[in-house]
């Protein structure tokens, strides 16, 4: 699953200050470096079985009850290379490079960020094999944007590689799927990748079959998953991890461990699962509507979802593709919203009122358009947004959702609206903005989500400064005093389990790690109030 399937970004902006990561394999910085290929880890306990069905081939389900939080799967990369536009980066470790960063490989001289970059003769960087293979193809420095194009062809050549580098690596990747029927029938994929892999290949006087080549680009559309931070330059494929079947309200989350040998991926469960349930992630993003979502998914996985939120015109009650109705501020939704073609009518007030579809992918374009405009630290500009559509989408559209995670991260860190130096209204918006993203979470993300751990950790800040501040001013009881502690213990402690998961240096991790400090500083108040909890 690539990430622009598996984890679209939100709007950017710097590290750990509002990125949308509820799909996002995150980037990790632990301490080990990476040592040479990592077999495929012995699976104990495995707590999953591969079943098989005409729609959906092989899938994964509970082989056994797991609990929230389980690890499903753990396993090292098959293979890590470049993404399809990608910036220009490091062969060895994916970091963008520019004039100033930019060093060669001593042996092939493609791009390197230095002679001792951790990824360099590494089968997740830049292998010795691939040096041997590049020398013979020297880059163009004088054209960088043709040498940056001519990266879609390295991660396929990287593949490729393994079948005498690495067969056993290779007969693993073998076995994915490449829909190489329907991705040729649709006529828009196939010769993109003729273009800029099967003939970039040829020019380079690699001796491999066309229709090897396309395999490999189809087998990499279907199953890699885009992993690093929010740059995210590279992808990876895993032995087990793509056998997860699609569901738009995912029951697992995944990370990967960039400084980890063999740069693993960790699936664990988001939800507790019973013995037989599907085991599932989302290819698409959770923050979009139905249609946006399908269109996704058609396109780069090449299948209809029509999973239960995506047949659900409400969307499970989240009602997150709902206009409102013009006439009587109902709410407008898709008459069968697995038919794009379909009407969309309003089901309040016993209201006539009906849109065509083309009118609603209007909107929507326009709509979203104005959205992409914003820029991600402008809080008047997410707030002017749900003002001005606050009557032609409805408060839980995804739109909306969007603006509110946005805003959600941005109270309290970004200037103007410091944490410490917001008055009481601010503090109050920003509590109604988490309050309203829960509710949605709850239902797209239960469970053990990212979304849902960082939206509690963002809930709690401005609880505690309200209350410290009305304690301050004793304008509360300590029987009150102890309610609100109490309550903001517990969003620290959910913040904490969930975002505990993730890789202590990456930006979630250190969430983590600060709601673990607030729970040990509230604890102080106990000599004040007595017991929290
Ligand atoms: C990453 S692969 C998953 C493994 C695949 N089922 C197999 O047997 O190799 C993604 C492909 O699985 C199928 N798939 C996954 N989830 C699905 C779903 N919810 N409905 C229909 N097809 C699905 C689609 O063919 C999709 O392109």
Redesign the pocket.
């Known amino acids: 699953?690539n990430k622009k399937s598996h984890k679209k970004k939100q709007k950017k902006r710097g590290r750990g200050d509002g990125k949308n990561k509820e799909n996002i394999i995150e980037d990790v910085h632990d301490d080990k470096d990476e040592g040479s290929p990592e077999p495929v880890v012995e699976k104990k306990n495995v707590c999953y079985e591969i079943r098989?069905s005409e729609?959906?081939?092989?899938?994964l389900v509970a082989s056994r009850d797991i609990r929230a939080g389980e690890v499903i799967v753990e396993e090292p990369a098959i293979a890590v290379g470049p993404c399809t536009g990608c910036a220009l980066i490091c062969l060895g470790c994916y970091r963008e490079l520019d004039e100033t960063s930019l060093a060669k490989c001593r042996g092939c001289k493609w791009p390197m960020c230095s002679s001792s970059c951790p990824g360099s003769g590494k089968y997740t960087g830049h292998s010795t094999y691939e040096c041997d293979t590049l020398k013979d193809i020297p880059p163009d420095y004088s054209n960088l944007e043709d040498l940056k194009d001519s990266y879609q062809a390295l991660m396929p050549l990287r593949c490729l590689l393994l079948k005498t580098a690495d067969p056993a690596k290779w007969t693993a990747l073998s076995?994915?799927?490449a829909?190489n029927e329907m991705r040729k029938a649709r006529g828009d994929i196939w010769p993109i990748n003729e273009k800029n892999v099967v003939q970039r290949m040829k020019k380079w006087g690699l001796q491999y079959e066309d229709q090897e080549i396309h395999t490999v680009c189809g087998i990499l559309e279907?199953?890699a998953f885009e992993v690093g931070g929010s740059g995210a330059n590279a992808r990876a494929l895993y032995d087990r991890a793509?056998?997860?079947?699609?569901?738009c309200t995912p029951t697992t989350t995944h990370t990967d461990s960039e400084r980890v040998p063999g740069r693993p991926l960790t699936i664990r469960a988001s939800v507790p699962h019973k013995a037989g349930d599907l085991i599932?992630l989302c290819?698409a993003y959770t923050l979009q509507g139905t249609l946006k979502r399908r269109e996704h998914i058609k396109h780069s996985?090449?299948?209809?979802?029509?999973?239960a939120r995506c047949r659900d015109p409400t969307e499970l009650g989240t009602y997150a593709s709902a206009f409102r109705c013009p006439r009587c501020s109902g709410r407008v939704l898709p008459t069968a919203p697995l038919d794009p073609a379909a009407m969309w009518h309003c089901v309040d007030n016993d209201c006539q009122y009906v849109m065509t579809a083309p009118s609603v992918q209007l909107l929507l374009k326009r709509l979203t358009d104005e959205y992409e405009q914003i820029d991600a630290n402008d809080v008047r500009g997410f707030e002017g947004f749900l003002h001005k559509y606050r009557n032609v989408i409805h408060s839980t559209h995804y739109l909306c959702l969007s603006a509110k995670h946005s805003l959600s991260q941005l109270y309290g860190k970004v200037a103007e609206y410091m944490i410490h130096e917001m008055p009481e209204a601010e503090l109050n918006r920003k509590i109604e903005i988490c309050r309203d993203l829960m509710k949605a979470f709850d239902i797209i993300e239960p469970g053990y989500s990212r979304l849902r751990g960082v939206t509690l950790y963002e809930l709690h800040a401005p609880l505690m400064i309200l209350t410290t501040r009305d304690f301050e001013k004793k304008a509360i009881t300590k029987d009150n005093l102890r309610t609100r502690l109490k309550e903001i213990v517990k969003y620290l402690t959910e913040s904490a389990l969930i975002l505990g998961f993730e890789p202590s240096q990456s930006s979630e991790g250190l969430m983590a790690t600060a709601a673990r400090d607030a729970l040990k500083k509230i604890k102080t108040w106990e000599q004040i109030i007595g017991k929290i909890s």
């Open positions: 699953m098989q729609v959906m081939g092989r899938y076995a994915m799927e829909h279907v199953n793509y056998l997860l079947a699609h569901d599932s290819y996985k090449f299948f209809d979802c029509s999973c």
